[in-house]
């Protein structure tokens, strides 16, 4: 069931296009994130949908109704906003009684559900404190209880993590996903940083410029980019430009690596001309000796960085990005063999400047 | 040594406030109990005369509960009439931002005398109101629009109504605008969001504003002087009246200083019942 669609969505600020053309299903129940880089109008999406900026073109569906031109206060949404945006005269229960009272639920009722919601957030001992006397992650999770408490069809999120420290960042992941899924609402992330959009989301929708660049599953989002320009925004990407050697019957395409030994990419389509783009990244390239990688390469740099090391390798290739376990005991200067895993290679078109897409 | 250096920092500002507020005070506090003296500002000895003689002449201790009504009626007016303006210039674009700050700052380039002077020439027997609606026939007999309350405290409310409008505007500027919308959110219509979160929000500026706008109101001498012509007597003017006018320096003095601990008390009144806990 399609909970919230978006139709060739478009927005304008007088003349400069924020969004153009935005087309999206978000299915019932789903955690879908909004992933890009600063500008590149994720929040405008999510405003459109909360509808406070109106839409220049396009439509907006929720359970295929069309409320393009609903106001706000009437689309059944729950917003959280980076700023938390909590009343800053209100208590925590008065503040997540208030869109209970807006609905003209009873006052019985309202107290009985703001007493599980504060429960279900762990605020029940400050529901007479101030915003002001909480700490962020307290905030968050008041304006989290707020939207939730009014049982909303969809959760709408702006970057709700982006003022808290790392560790209480990671903590409130974990805290959003696992509500979400226990709650079971339709939701709409935006963040602009990688590791939140995969860990949390069950499909990740990477934007540039405002346009869709790719939505798919985290694991797909990361392992099989629809762009360079994806690949490079979602992690550390090693693309190598090789030629192709040959295309043998059994599908794939090979294609010969600096040094003459050749390189059989699995997961490819029919790929025209004389060059392959691939990426490959750096968890996914093990480092042998020297004589058993497909490619030769010296360590110029090594980061020891807690659960792994990281390597900058000089290849025939370009330089290399390579992460590996502590066990290995290599050092700057040694020279090793780089293995490719060929299920792993992802090939893709050339999307840099002045190429063709 | 670190505390030491920290009071040598306030140490020039703790001087002025001294030297200027704090001094005056007392040197009027001690002059308010002198005795009078004929012919002189004040005389030998002490007494309390001036006191008594404030609460026991209807006509000096009427000038108090006039005052402060006054004060409060222009405080009211600039409340209603400055909120909207503030609220309007909070909300508008940053083109427009500007301007409207102009406009509502410009009284005050103009002096206060002028200003007053204005409303006289707008609102006196043969001024442009008058004479305008008896020239088209609607009255034969002027409209009493000055030398009474009704004047005083309509240019008494023009007069201040900046001092309503800046602190309102901060208030309200402040405030995140993702507070609206997330109360838009959770299901609230315009009006609502106004009553529920918007002006109690922006409480703290119509505090300071109220307060500002009273005080300055209470001790305001030119405009009460020249639109109400001496026929309204606030406390202010008869302050004046006996230090210049009659030479009465301890009753001035007595005067003052029951207006000041009056207004104090107003105040704080206003500012316990306007508490917020929250901030
Ligand atoms: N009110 C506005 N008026 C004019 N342009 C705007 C307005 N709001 C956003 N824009 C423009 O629209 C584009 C998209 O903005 P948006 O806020 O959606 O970006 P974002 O992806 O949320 O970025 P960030 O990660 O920095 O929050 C930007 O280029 C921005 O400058
Ligand atoms: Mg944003």
Same mark, same amino acid.
């Given at each position: 069931m399609t909970e919230v669609s978006l139709r060739a969505l478009k927005k304008y600020y007088g003349k400069t296009a924020a969004l153009k053309g935005i087309s999206l299903d978000v299915n019932h129940g789903e955690f879908i994130s909004l992933l890009g880089p600063s500008g590149c109008g994720k929040s405008t999406t999510l405003k459109c949908i909360a509808g406070f900026e109106e839409i220049t073109q396009g439509g907006i569906f929720f359970d295929n109704q069309d409320i393009s031109h609903k106001l706000p206060e009437n689309r059944d949404i729950g917003m959280v906003f980076q700023s938390y945006a909590l009343f800053p005269h209100m208590t925590v229960a008065q503040n997540l009684a208030f869109g209970l009272e807006m609905r003209r639920v009873s006052k019985s009722e309202i107290k009985e559900r703001v007493m599980r919601a504060m429960d279900m957030v762990q605020l029940t001992p400050y529901a007479d404190r101030y915003p002001k006397a909480l700490s962020g992650g307290q905030q968050q999770r008041v304006a989290l209880a707020r939207a939730l408490v009014i049982e909303p069809a969809i959760l709408l999120l702006d970057e709700p993590l982006a003022n808290l420290d790392a560790k209480l960042r990671d903590e409130m992941r974990g805290f959003i996903r696992d509500?979400?899924?226990?709650?079971? &609402?339709?939701?709409?992330?935006?963040?602009?940083?990688?590791?939140?959009?995969?860990?949390?989301?069950?499909?990740?929708?990477?934007?540039?410029?405002?346009?869709?660049?790719?939505?798919?599953?985290?694991?797909?989002?990361?392992?099989?980019? *629809?762009?360079?320009? &994806?690949?490079?925004?979602?992690?550390?990407?090693?693309?190598?430009?090789?030629? &192709?050697?040959?295309?043998?019957?059994?599908?794939?395409?090979?294609?010969?690596?600096?040094?003459?030994?050749?390189?059989?990419?699995?997961?490819?389509?029919?790929?025209?001309?004389?060059?392959?783009?691939?990426?490959?990244?750096?968890?996914? &390239?093990?480092?042998?000796?020297?004589?058993?990688?497909?490619?030769?390469?010296?360590? *110029?740099?090594?980061?020891?960085?807690?659960?792994?090391?990281?390597?900058s390798i000089d290849t025939d290739c370009d330089e290399i990005a390579v992460v590996g376990p502590t066990t290995q005991n290599l050092k700057e200067g040694d020279t090793v063999g780089l293995c490719f895993d060929p299920a792993r290679l992802w090939p893709m078109p050339d999307d840099r400047d002045g190429a063709a897409p | 040594m670190k505390r030491f250096r920290a009071y040598f920092l306030i140490a020039p500002t703790a001087a002025l406030l001294f030297l200027f507020?704090?001094?005056? /005070?007392?040197?009027?506090?001690?002059?308010?109990?002198? =005795?009078?003296?004929?012919?002189?500002? /004040?005389? #030998?000895?002490?007494?309390?005369?001036? /006191?008594? #003689? %404030? %609460?026991?002449?209807?006509? /000096? =201790?009427?000038?108090?509960? #006039?005052?402060?009504?006054?004060?409060? =009626?222009?405080?009211?007016?600039c409340l209603l009439l400055g909120y909207p303006i503030a609220l309007h210039i909070a909300t508008a674009s940053r083109k427009w931002r500007g301007l409207l700050y102009g406009i509502v700052l410009s009284p005050l380039l103009v002096g206060i005398v002028v200003r007053s002077y204005g409303w006289t020439i707008l609102l006196g027997n043969s001024g442009v109101i008058n004479s305008t609606l008896r020239d088209l026939g609607i009255i034969t007999r002027p409209l009493p629009l000055m030398y009474n309350n009704f004047g005083v405290i309509l240019a008494l409310t023009h007069v201040f109504l900046p001092f309503m409008v800046l602190p309102l505007l901060s208030s309200l500027q402040s405030m995140d605008p993702a507070i609206a919308q997330a109360a838009r959110s959770l299901g609230a219509k315009r009006l609502t969001i106004f009553r529920r979160i918007t002006f109690p929000v922006s409480m703290p500026g119509v505090q300071a504003g109220c307060i500002l706008v009273f005080v300055l109101a209470i001790s305001s001498y030119v405009t009460p002087s020249l639109v109400g012509g001496m026929r309204v007597k606030t406390t202010t003017l008869l302050v004046i009246d006996a230090l210049i006018d009659q030479f009465q320096w301890p009753f001035g003095s007595a005067m003052a200083l029951i207006l000041a601990v009056s207004a104090g008390i107003v105040v704080l009144v206003f500012a316990r019942l306007t508490r917020m806990k929250w901030n």
């Open positions: 509500l979400q899924k226990r709650v079971g &609402i339709t939701t709409i992330y935006v963040t602009h940083d990688q590791d939140e959009a995969m860990t949390m989301s069950d499909r990740v929708v990477v934007m540039f410029d405002g346009e869709i660049a790719q939505a798919a599953a985290p694991e797909d989002v990361y392992n099989a980019p *629809a762009s360079e320009r &994806i690949a490079r925004f979602v992690g550390n990407a090693n693309i190598l430009d090789l030629a &192709i050697s040959a295309r043998p019957e059994g599908g794939g395409i090979e294609t010969r690596l600096p040094g003459g030994t050749t390189l059989h990419v699995t997961a490819s389509a029919d790929w025209a001309g004389e060059r392959l783009r691939i990426m490959a990244r750096p968890e996914q &390239i093990m480092l042998t000796a020297p004589e058993h990688g497909q490619l030769g390469g010296r360590i *110029a740099k090594r980061y020891f960085s807690g659960g792994h090391v990281e390597y | 507020v704090i001094l005056p /005070y007392v040197t009027v506090l001690v002059m308010s109990f002198r =005795a009078p003296a004929d012919g002189q500002p /004040y005389g #030998q000895g002490f007494s309390i005369g001036g /006191y008594t #003689q %404030f %609460f026991r002449e209807s006509y /000096y =201790a009427i000038s108090l509960p #006039q005052t402060l009504a006054l004060g409060m =009626a222009t405080t009211f007016f």
